[in-house]
């Protein structure tokens, strides 16, 4: 979508770790990795592991 809003809308109601939104980026080391709820072993990479009890959530949006 090309509609900020809706993206920024979407991203927030779902309950996962990552959202890519019109694409898809390489992993990289600076953001977290891992699981919600009972999927997975917690968070992984960047300072977001010492903190794998909280919901850590990143969007990436590609422009349309």
């Known amino acids: 979508t090309a509609d900020d ?20 980026s390489a992993s990289d080391a600076r953001v977290a990795f891992g699981g919600v709820k009972k999927s997975g072993f917690g968070r992984e990479l960047s300072h977001f592991g ?13 422009r349309v």
Do not use: D
């Open 5 to 24: 809003t809706l993206a920024a809308e979407m991203a927030a109601r779902l309950e996962c770790g990552g959202v890519f939104i019109n694409g898809y």
């Open 50 to 62: 010492l903190h794998e009890f909280c919901n850590v959530q990143t969007v990436w949006k590609n």
